[in-house]
């Protein structure tokens, strides 16, 4: 029996998209934003609305971190493919199609049946690029190392073995092994990876947490938190999780209603990432610019000295 439908196939794949005209090179990765996208599944979609938001505000994006859904949005949109085309495809989306079940018990007993592997397809028939160093925005994707219990991230290699790693949540998909090492979901060691984006960016961090909200209902006043690293103005506490800490501004849209398989939802869950992005644009402008203020002296610096060469 043949499926009635391919989700992660259902729109022509590879369309006109190509390198965005942000891309950034590795040697400026410090300047403007680094976000650091959660997992969440179906929720992940708000994602796509804070993207959107930048691009309209011609905000650069200096880094994107995902962690399982964020990764596969996140790098997604690192390759050129548009919000508009990856919410299209995720309002198409069925879980069970994705979902690669191992067989319970080793009976033996009749024929052992595997799903086609639906994310590895997804990655080729729409990525341009094949391997992470080649995308447009530099991209980290955060997977969990089962032996070790920690973070493993992938910055150069294989997009689609990254992102089968980082969205394989145990129970649901299997682990991928990777040279000797068995990756699963990057959610089991880093919700949201702003830690890892905090390591690799000096420069403002902006997490996106969408797997679940800190309170019942999510109100327009705690949309947005500020939590500045640099210990001058702190919102945070020791309840909140470690992650949220590292971050300079979090976002949590308000998604928590929409069911984490419900990937109808999808336009839902943008417009909720949109609104979460257009109230915190004045904190990110006001931390852009302090970081232009101070990165402003060595600059000067540096030209005074070629002067003097001269």
Known sequence: MTSRHDPALSLTPRSNHGPRAQAVSAGAIEAGIALALGGGFSRG???LGVLEVLEQERIPISLIVG???GGLLGAAYSDGISVDELCQLGSRVQLRDFIRFQKSGDSGAGPKTHRPDRIGEFVREWFHASRIEELSIPTAIVTTNLDTCAAHVFTRGPIELAIRASCAFPGLFQPVEYEGMMLADGCIVAPVPSAVAARMNRGCVLGVAVGSNSSSAV???NIVKLLERTGRRSLGN????????RADILLEPAVHHIEWNDFSRAEEARAAGAEAMRRALPHVRELLARQNRLTMPEQTSGVAQRELAL
């Open 67 to 69: 962690t399982s859904i």
């Open 45 to 47: 979609f708000a994602h």
């Open 219 to 221: 109100t327009p006043e």
């Open 238 to 245: 020791a309840d909140e999780p470690s992650w949220s800490r």
